[in-house]
């Protein structure tokens, strides 16, 4: 074993540390979930808004994401357990891309009833969602119209961004966090 990886194994980390770390990592996920049970249900029933206005949200929703990447980046390399919170991190930011593409497939349900075999829920938009980043493609919901089958492409190319470059981002983080933690260790004995 590299002398690193003695090192980190040598430090005890109480369990009181351990389990209120486990805890928060539950909480914030719990809360995640809440926000996006909230998001896909309260979508609005009518969809009258121009084109402007939903360009503005998804503009304002992909900068809400890089921010909230940078700020779970930042969390990670500030925990005490890295590992745990980059896993952490790599859920939530998979579950937020979902919801972002689960309410944009909501809304071109609304718009267009035939825009897909059938006619979205919020459920059923998590569903494709999460079909489309697992590759699976069952084929009982499929995209029929242009703009949908546009959106389900781009969802294609960023859960390929997403499972090569975030989850590695994360991934790194962690590793440096803990070979930063266990120098610093060494520099304390």
């Given amino acids: 074993m590299s002398p690193d990886v003695d ?13 209120l770390e486990l805890l928060a990592v539950f909480a914030r996920t719990g809360v995640l979930i809440l926000l996006v049970l909230l998001v ?11 084109v402007v206005i939903e360009t503005i949200a998804l503009v304002l929703v992909g900068g809400a ?13 500030k925990s005490k357990f890295p590992n745990i919170r980059a896993g952490e991190a ?11 593409f689960a309410s944009i497939y ?9 825009a897909f075999t ?10 494709l969602s999460l079909t489309v980043l697992a590759t699976v493609g069952f084929g009982d919901i499929a995209p029929n119209s242009v703009p949908a089958r546009w959106v389900t492409m781009v969802q294609m190319v960023l859960n390929l961004v997403f499972i090569g470059v975030v989850v590695r981002v994360f991934v790194g983080a962690a590793k440096r966090s803990v070979k930063n933690k ?6 304390a004995d």
């Fill in 106 to 114: 909501v809304a071109i349900s609304r718009a267009d009833p035939t």
């Fill in 7 to 19: 090192m980190l194994r040598s430090r005890q980390w109480s369990s009181r540390d351990l389990t």
């Fill in 182 to 187: 266990v120098g610093s260790q060494r520099e």
């Fill in 40 to 50: 896909l249900n309260f979508l609005p029933r009518d969809w009258n808004y121009q």
């Fill in 90 to 100: 790599v859920f939530t930011m998979g579950l937020l891309l979902l919801t972002i």
């Fill in 118 to 127: 059938e006619v979205l829920t919020p459920f059923s938009s998590m569903y």
């Fill in 65 to 77: 994401y890089i921010i909230f990447f940078v700020r779970q980046l930042r969390a990670v390399r």
